[in-house]
């Protein structure tokens, strides 16, 4: 999995891993629907929130330990 970065764009995090939604959510950052969040950076968006750097990183740190979610495998029956 890519990691998030301070950098990374808050809609391509979105693509990486789709669990990462709620991790923001939780923070109270509502950026998934806005219209910056494809050009704007995570960092960009939680200092406009009012984020410090500690914030920023505990945050990132959570961001990249969430697992993706696992995708249902549908067994092939002989019939």
Request: a positive charge.
């Amino acid at each position: 999995m890519k990691k998030i970065t301070r950098n990374s764009k808050i809609d391509e995090i979105l693509r990486i891993n789709p669990n990462s939604a709620e991790i923001l959510f939780e923070a109270g950052i509502y950026c998934i629907g806005c219209s910056m969040a494809q050009f704007e950076t995570l960092e960009q968006g939680l200092k406009v929130h009012g984020f410090n750097k500690k914030q920023i990183d505990d945050l990132i740190k959570r961001l990249n330990e969430i697992p993706k979610k696992a995708k249902k495998r549908v067994k092939k029956r002989d019939y």
